[in-house]
């Protein structure tokens, strides 16, 4: 083990929003959640009471062009992302708008067989096309399944599929679960590394109004936290994407991102030895 071993979650910024649809401001998310947890006005503890913020080395942010569909930003990604993994650590990555997932995930299913992937988000996500951007917010998870990047996906809080994304899910055999459908999600039939990825539109704009897609009637934030608590181990990885500050309210949605950086931290914490 190396010196980093003391802190073994890496947090990392991915400042993009090129592949956005509607509306852009999301490659602000990393600096407003970094803000968020350095504000002072809680602490480092976790609700288990961990204090995690020991743990976490923040690597800064990815340099990219912040250019739609750039596949040298997407390289830059994985690129950083497999540097941490090698690093013997666990990549915590903040967005930047949901296309920042596929990359990641190239990196982290080289090193990890059998990944189940645990999706938070009001869309599913499984866009074969969505105005001629392979690489758009709307399709890293049809991207990832077509690559054959994990064993199972999971998608919680889903309550925009329409006929197309729908078909996507069947083709690929994804197991999509709407709000209504939130006590279905078994975590004990979860076998091998987690990766979870939380698109704050998933929980409901009440809570996260911080975000370019408003979709009523998401989780509570409650919910999502009961989701990563019960997360078995390893959780290998996990990205919070999708923060856009020109849409917040007093903040409200980066302390949300921030709350998440540290349950999440302290979840992937279990499976360290
Ligand atoms: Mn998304
Ligand atoms: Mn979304």
Redesign the pocket.
């Known amino acids: 083990m190396t010196g980093t071993a003391r802190r073994p979650i890496a947090l990392l910024g991915v400042p993009l929003d090129a592949n956005s649809s509607h509306l852009f401001g999301c490659a602000g998310g990393p600096t407003a959640i970094r803000q968020a947890l350095r504000s002072g006005s809680g602490n480092d503890a976790t609700e288990r009471g961990v204090d995690v913020i020991g743990a976490i080395d923040d690597q800064g942010d990815v340099e990219d062009s912040n250019e739609r569909g750039s596949v040298a930003d997407a390289d830059a990604i994985t690129a950083a992302i497999a540097a941490i993994l090698d690093d013997g650590r666990r990549p915590l990555s903040l967005g930047g ?2 296309s920042v ?1 596929f990359p990641i995930l190239r990196a982290v299913a080289e090193r990890f067989d059998d990944l189940t992937v645990v ?1 938070v ?5 499984l866009y074969d096309d969505l105005d001629g951007n392979p690489l758009s ?2 399709s ?2 049809a991207r990832a399944m077509e690559e054959g990047l994990m064993t199972r996906l999971v998608q919680l809080g889903i309550r925009t599929a329409n006929a197309h994304q729908r078909e996507q899910a069947t083709r690929f055999g994804v197991e999509m679960l709407g709000p209504r459908q939130l006590e279905r999600f078994d975590p004990f039939s979860i076998r091998g590394p987690v990766y979870l ?1 939380v ?1 704050l ?2 929980l409901d704009p009440a809570v996260a109004p911080g975000v370019s ?1 408003h979709e009523p009637g998401g989780l509570t934030f409650r919910e999502v936290l009961d989701v990563v608590d019960a997360l078995p181990a390893p959780i290998v990885g996990a990205d919070i ?2 923060l856009n500050p020109s849409r917040d309210l007093v903040d409200m949605t980066a302390m949300v991102g921030a709350k998440l950086v540290k349950e999440i931290a302290g979840a992937m914490l279990r499976g360290v030895a």
């Open positions: 708008d949901h997932t999706h988000d009001a869309h599913p996500d917010h709307a890293p998870f990825s698109d539109d998933g897609h994407v999708e």
